[in-house]
């Protein structure tokens, strides 16, 4: 079935560093990708999307690439600050479903 | 605008114990999804309606799972009887017709004793 692999699982930067965070996906039909921030105690937040049809999009410190042909994705988070620091979701939507496939999550530590 | 509120935050339970969440969306939005959430996973879905009509529930276990949203706007899930595996996050989101941003609420923490 579809499946999304995320990587890593946990990852610890110095404030200011930037921070990457990788996503592969099986299903070829996927058109959708978001990116949701998960605080503690809070639910999903998302954070940034992006759709097939383009190949990076960027908001201010976040930014998102995606490589259809290797079926692959990343979230960019260029000058870390402590609050950055929470657990982030990729998720990947095949065209047509509503289904989305969650990976299993980074938990991103910025050390002041 | 009020985000999608959940109820209760937490609920702690002796297995076999019935128990049920209620959520409530953000006005407007037809679509309503109750997701599972494992300590250090991701949501996984486990019903999704559109309006009052549930269109997914194939990954809800119907042996002790149900769910059900009337008049198209607040849902409850209930579990009955729970099971020490049940304890997990239970999410509720919801969004505007197409997919797009998933608007969560804050989770329903369950432990089953």
């Known amino acids: 079935g579809e499946n999304v692999e995320q990587h890593p699982s946990t990852l610890s930067v110095q404030e200011g560093d930037s921070a990457v965070i990788k996503c592969t996906y099986s299903?070829?039909?996927?058109?959708?990708f978001p990116w949701y921030k998960q605080e503690l105690g809070k639910g999903p937040q998302l954070i940034i999307d992006i759709r097939s049809n383009v190949g990076e999009k960027k908001d201010q410190r976040i930014a998102v690439t995606l490589n259809k042909t290797a079926k692959h994705f990343s979230l960019h988070i260029t000058e870390t600050q402590p609050e950055d620091s929470a657990v982030y979701f990729c998720?990947?939507?095949?065209?047509?479903?509503?289904?989305?496939?969650f990976g299993t999550g980074t938990r991103l530590k910025v050390l002041a | 605008e009020a985000g999608v509120v959940q109820s209760p935050r937490y609920k702690i339970i002796e297995k076999k114990q019935p128990v049920a969440f209620w959520c409530n969306p953000i006005?407007?939005?037809?679509?309503l999804y109750w997701y599972l959430q494992n300590l250090g996973q991701g949501p996984e879905l486990l019903i999704r309606y559109e309006n009052e009509e549930a269109v997914d529930d194939s990954q809800l276990p119907k042996d002790r799972f149900s769910a059900e949203r009337l008049k198209g706007v607040d849902s409850t899930l209930k579990i009955q009887p729970a099971e020490l595996g049940d304890s997990a996050v239970y999410l509720c989101?919801?969004?505007?017709?197409?997919?797009?941003?998933?608007?969560f609420g804050e989770g329903s923490r369950l432990t089953v004793l």
């Open positions: 989101a919801s969004s505007p017709q197409g997919v797009g941003e998933l608007f």
């Open positions: 998720a990947a939507i095949p065209l047509g479903t509503y289904k989305y496939i």
């Open positions: 299903d070829s039909a996927s058109n959708y």
């Open positions: 006005s407007g939005h037809n679509t």
